[in-house]
Nanobody, 122 residues
Framework: QVQLVESGGGLVQAGGSLRLSCAAS????????MGWFRQAPGKEREFAAA????????LYADSVKGRFTISRDNAGNSVYLQMNSLKPEDTAVYYC???????????????WGQGTQVTVSS
Protein backbone atom coordinates (compact mmCIF):
# COMPACT_ATOMS: atom_id res chain seq x y z
CA GLN A 1 0.00 0.00 0.00
CA VAL A 2 0.93 3.62 -0.48
CA GLN A 3 -0.03 6.52 1.75
CA LEU A 4 0.01 9.97 0.21
CA VAL A 5 0.15 13.37 1.90
CA GLU A 6 -0.14 16.59 -0.07
CA SER A 7 1.18 19.99 0.98
CA GLY A 8 1.90 23.40 -0.49
CA GLY A 9 -1.58 24.69 -1.16
CA GLY A 10 -2.69 28.18 -0.23
CA LEU A 11 -4.06 31.50 -1.41
CA VAL A 12 -2.39 33.22 -4.35
CA GLN A 13 -3.26 36.05 -6.69
CA ALA A 14 -4.00 35.43 -10.32
CA GLY A 15 -0.77 35.20 -12.29
CA GLY A 16 1.12 33.84 -9.32
CA SER A 17 2.72 30.46 -8.70
CA LEU A 18 2.50 27.61 -6.22
CA ARG A 19 4.37 24.35 -5.87
CA LEU A 20 2.48 21.38 -4.53
CA SER A 21 4.27 18.43 -2.97
CA CYS A 22 3.08 14.91 -2.31
CA ALA A 23 5.02 12.67 0.06
CA ALA A 24 4.53 8.95 -0.28
CA SER A 25 5.16 6.20 2.22
CA UNK A 26 6.26 2.72 1.33
CA UNK A 27 9.12 1.18 -0.59
CA UNK A 28 7.27 0.76 -3.86
CA UNK A 29 6.79 4.41 -4.80
CA UNK A 30 8.84 4.08 -7.98
CA UNK A 31 6.56 1.31 -9.23
CA UNK A 32 3.57 3.66 -9.50
CA UNK A 33 2.37 6.11 -12.07
CA MET A 34 1.73 9.34 -10.15
CA GLY A 35 -1.00 11.81 -10.96
CA TRP A 36 -2.47 15.09 -9.81
CA PHE A 37 -6.21 15.69 -9.90
CA ARG A 38 -8.35 18.58 -8.75
CA GLN A 39 -11.91 19.13 -7.65
CA ALA A 40 -13.66 22.48 -7.58
CA PRO A 41 -16.81 23.02 -5.49
CA GLY A 42 -19.83 21.44 -7.13
CA LYS A 43 -17.75 19.79 -9.85
CA GLU A 44 -16.39 16.33 -10.47
CA ARG A 45 -12.79 15.48 -9.77
CA GLU A 46 -10.74 16.07 -12.91
CA PHE A 47 -7.33 15.08 -14.17
CA ALA A 48 -4.53 17.64 -14.19
CA ALA A 49 -1.24 15.84 -14.80
CA ALA A 50 0.51 12.48 -14.54
CA UNK A 51 4.04 11.14 -14.77
CA UNK A 52 5.50 7.72 -15.51
CA UNK A 53 7.50 5.64 -13.06
CA UNK A 54 10.93 6.93 -14.04
CA UNK A 55 9.67 10.36 -14.94
CA UNK A 56 10.40 10.01 -18.61
CA UNK A 57 6.90 10.80 -19.84
CA UNK A 58 4.21 13.17 -18.67
CA LEU A 59 0.59 13.83 -19.53
CA TYR A 60 -1.35 17.05 -19.00
CA ALA A 61 -4.91 18.20 -19.25
CA ASP A 62 -5.37 20.85 -21.94
CA SER A 63 -6.50 23.31 -19.29
CA VAL A 64 -3.10 23.26 -17.54
CA LYS A 65 -0.72 22.46 -20.40
CA GLY A 66 2.08 25.01 -20.63
CA ARG A 67 1.41 26.35 -17.11
CA PHE A 68 1.80 23.31 -14.84
CA THR A 69 4.76 20.94 -14.60
CA ILE A 70 4.73 17.57 -12.86
CA SER A 71 7.95 16.01 -11.60
CA ARG A 72 9.00 13.28 -9.20
CA ASP A 73 11.89 12.31 -6.98
CA ASN A 74 11.90 8.54 -6.51
CA ALA A 75 14.77 8.65 -4.03
CA GLY A 76 12.72 11.01 -1.88
CA ASN A 77 9.37 9.30 -2.50
CA SER A 78 7.83 12.55 -3.66
CA VAL A 79 5.92 14.01 -6.59
CA TYR A 80 5.50 17.70 -7.30
CA LEU A 81 3.23 19.99 -9.26
CA GLN A 82 4.68 23.38 -10.19
CA MET A 83 1.81 25.69 -11.05
CA ASN A 84 2.55 28.97 -12.84
CA SER A 85 0.33 31.68 -14.32
CA LEU A 86 -2.48 30.63 -12.02
CA LYS A 87 -6.04 31.61 -12.86
CA PRO A 88 -9.14 31.88 -10.66
CA GLU A 89 -10.52 28.82 -12.42
CA ASP A 90 -7.61 26.79 -11.03
CA THR A 91 -9.19 27.12 -7.60
CA ALA A 92 -9.83 23.61 -6.28
CA VAL A 93 -8.73 20.94 -3.87
CA TYR A 94 -5.72 19.22 -5.42
CA TYR A 95 -5.14 15.51 -4.87
CA CYS A 96 -2.20 13.32 -5.69
CA UNK A 97 -2.82 9.74 -6.65
CA UNK A 98 -0.87 6.56 -7.38
CA UNK A 99 -1.83 4.10 -10.07
CA UNK A 100 -0.64 1.54 -12.58
CA UNK A 101 -1.56 3.21 -15.87
CA UNK A 102 -0.82 6.58 -17.44
CA UNK A 103 -4.44 7.53 -17.84
CA UNK A 104 -6.68 10.50 -17.10
CA UNK A 105 -9.55 8.62 -15.47
CA UNK A 106 -9.82 8.51 -11.69
CA UNK A 107 -10.59 4.80 -11.84
CA UNK A 108 -7.04 4.02 -12.94
CA UNK A 109 -5.59 5.27 -9.66
CA UNK A 110 -5.61 3.10 -6.57
CA UNK A 111 -4.37 5.38 -3.80
CA TRP A 112 -5.30 8.95 -3.00
CA GLY A 113 -4.16 11.67 -0.64
CA GLN A 114 -6.49 13.86 1.41
CA GLY A 115 -5.99 16.89 -0.77
CA THR A 116 -4.68 20.43 -0.40
CA GLN A 117 -6.69 23.57 -1.09
CA VAL A 118 -5.54 26.00 -3.76
CA THR A 119 -7.37 29.31 -4.02
CA VAL A 120 -6.57 31.82 -6.75
CA SER A 121 -7.97 35.30 -6.27
CA SER A 122 -8.73 37.63 -9.17
Amino acid sequence: QVQLVESGGGLVQAGGSLRLSCAASGRTFSSYIMGWFRQAPGKEREFAAAITRAGGSTLYADSVKGRFTISRDNAGNSVYLQMNSLKPEDTAVYYCAAGRWLRIGTGYYDYWGQGTQVTVSS
